[in-house]
């Protein structure tokens, strides 16, 4: 059975940091780029950030590029969103996305909620 998990969301004050995890399981990791995206009330599901994991190169959206890190730990399959110096925009629920190379099979997480307070 394929797994997104998503955790690490929460509340934080504008300026502070989160980091998120999304462990992935039931497929195998090296052969999916994994994404996270986000979503806020009223707006469109957006990307913020992808992370190949055969190779390790990553892309970031402008509006968090200097502030958010994308990485990935193979031996626990799990990949990573450092957030730093949060902003009320920020604030959306925040989706694992996995999708296979070359391929159009691809996973969903459930997503974790990102608060930051102004």
């Known amino acids: 059975e394929v797994q997104l998990v998503e955790s690490g969301g929460g509340l934080v004050q504008t300026g502070g940091s989160l980091r998120l995890s999304c462990a992935a399981s039931?497929?195998?990791?090296?052969?999916?780029?994994l994404n996270w995206f986000r979503q806020a009330p009223g707006k469109e599901r957006e990307g913020v950030s992808c992370?190949?994991?055969?190779?390790?190169?990553?892309r970031y959206a402008d509006s968090v590029k200097g502030r958010f890190t994308i990485y990935s730990d193979k031996a626990k399959n799990t990949v990573y969103l450092q957030m730093n110096s949060l902003k009320p925009e920020d604030t959306a629920v925040y989706y694992c996305?996995?999708?296979?190379?070359?391929?159009?099979?691809?996973?969903w997480g459930k997503g974790t909620q990102v608060t930051v307070s102004s």
């Open positions: 996305y996995a999708q296979k190379i070359f391929s159009t099979r691809d996973y």
């Open positions: 039931g497929f195998t990791f090296d052969d999916y780029a």
């Open positions: 992370i190949s994991i055969s190779d390790g190169s990553a």
